[in-house]
Each structure stands twice: as structure tokens, then as C-alpha cells.
């Protein structure tokens, strides 16, 4: 079964740091693409970062450029987001999720991660 | 940055009816490179059409999807209990960013 599984999400204070991993399991993790979406309470879907099969290409939204550092290790088939300087308005559902065929859809997600910001 | 715009935010209907769900883009999104996906509370979103009209692995027959160009329609032709939930179109042709739509909710009437 293909499958995505993400961890990592806690409480943190503004200005903190947290590390989400994404372990993949069932299919060969290395040629896809990898994307970051977040989803804040109560909102719509936000894509955060991609990363290529090889890391060679790397893309971040605006809000995040700076503070987010996406990365993987394919041999432990493995995405991760590392989060510095966190702010309340990065608090939401993490979810990491496979492109089919870059450019294409996102055609499996894991069940997400809650990265909660607050004093 | 291409902007999607759904329509309408929130949809009531009753199981068996047809939905119809709008989707669109701030300008053109070439090669239809248009994606629905279906939420339902505390749940990942799922794929169900990408292509703009192709339907994603075992999603029944009852969703389709259409359009081209700046319009994009996502079409549950008779509603199951389990379709209720909010639908998000999403373009992935403006790389490097891809946009989501905002999202229509299927609710019970």
C-alpha cells in the first residue's frame, strides 16, 4: 500500500523551530516529486514548498522563503520541512503529498501533521 | 500567480440530486492542468479528477469534471451520503507556485 506518514508537529513558541518528517512506504520513493501543503483551522489549502526526485530543484511560497528549509533522504525514504522562526500565522495541518508526474496532481497525501505557534 | 475563484461557497442538496461545482482561474491554465479534490472533516484531502477530466484512481463514475481555458466544472451527478464534504480545485500550471481554489462545501439540505 502506497502510503505517506508525517511527524513532527507539536506546540512551539513564536520564534521556535520544529523538524516535520514524511515517511514514505509502498512504491519507489526516489524519482517523485514531493510537495508541502498546509491548511490553517478552518481554511483552504495552501502549497508550501516542492523538492524534485534528486533535490536539485526547490520552490517555496513567499510566506515562508527564508524561515522553511524543505530537504530528503532517499535513501531512508524520507521529505522533511524544517520550520525556523515560526510565527502564530504558520499554525496549521501539515501535509506532505506526492505529485503523479510533475507538473501533475497531488495523487497521495499523508494524514497531516498539527504545528501549533503560540505563546 | 493565477487566482481560483469557487463557486458557490456552499452548496445544499439532497442525496440523489445532481451537484455542480464551479472553478475559476484569473487567467488561462494551459493544457487543463486542473485537479479536484474532495475533504471531509479531520480527513487529507483526496484526488478525484486531475487532467481537468480525468477521473483518479477507483473514484466512482459519478464525479466527472470539464472545462478548459479559465472554466472548470466538477459534476457529482446523483449525491451519495459520503459526497458531502468540501471540494478545492487546484491549477498546477503556474509552476513554480501551484494555487488552490478556496472551496465549495456539499452540505445537506
Known amino acids: 500500500e502506497v502510503q505517506l506518514v508525517e511527524s513532527g508537529g507539536g506546540l512551539v513558541q513564536p520564534g521556535g523551530s520544529l523538524r516535520l518528517s514524511c515517511a514514505a512506504s509502498?512504491?519507489?520513493?526516489?524519482?517523485?516529486?514531493m510537495h508541502w501543503v498546509r491548511q490553517a483551522p478552518g481554511k483552504g489549502l495552501v502549497w508550501v514548498s516542492h523538492m524534485n526526485g534528486d533535490g536539485t530543484t526547490i520552490r517555496y511560497a513567499d510566506s515562508v522563503k527564508g524561515r522553511f528549509t524543505i530537504s530528503r533522504d532517499n535513501a531512508k525514504n524520507t521529505l522533511y520541512l524544517q520550520m525556523n522562526s515560526l510565527r502564530v500565522e504558520d499554525t496549521a495541518v501539515y501535509y506532505c503529498?506526492?505529485?503523479?508526474?510533475?507538473?501533475?496532481?497531488?495523487?497521495?497525501w499523508g494524514q497531516g501533521t498539527m504545528v501549533t505557534v503560540s505563546s | 500567480e493565477i487566482v481560483l475563484t469557487q463557486s458557490p461557497g456552499t452548496l445544499s442538496l439532497s442525496p440523489g440530486e445532481r451537484a455542480t461545482l464551479s472553478c475559476r482561474a484569473s487567467q488561462s491554465v494551459s493544457s487543463s492542468y486542473l485537479a479536484w479534490y474532495q475533504q471531509k472533516p479531520g480527513q487529507a484531502p483526496r484526488l478525484l479528477i486531475y487532467g481537468a477530466s480525468n477521473r483518479a484512481t477507483g473514484i466512482p463514475d459519478r464525479f466527472s469534471g470539464s472545462g478548459s481555458g479559465t472554466d472548470f466544472t466538477l459534476t457529482i451527478s446523483r449525491l451519495e451520503p459520503e459526497d458531502f464534504a468540501v471540494y478545492y480545485c487546484?491549477?498546477?500550471?503556474?509552476?513554480?507556485?501551484?494555487?488552490f481554489g478556496q472551496g465549495t462545501k456539499v452540505e445537506i439540505k
Open positions: 509502498g512504491y519507489n520513493f526516489s524519482p517523485f516529486w
Open positions: 487546484q491549477q498546477y500550471d503556474s509552476s513554480p507556485t501551484w494555487t
Open positions: 503529498t506526492r505529485d503523479r508526474g510533475h507538473p501533475d496532481a497531488f495523487d497521495v
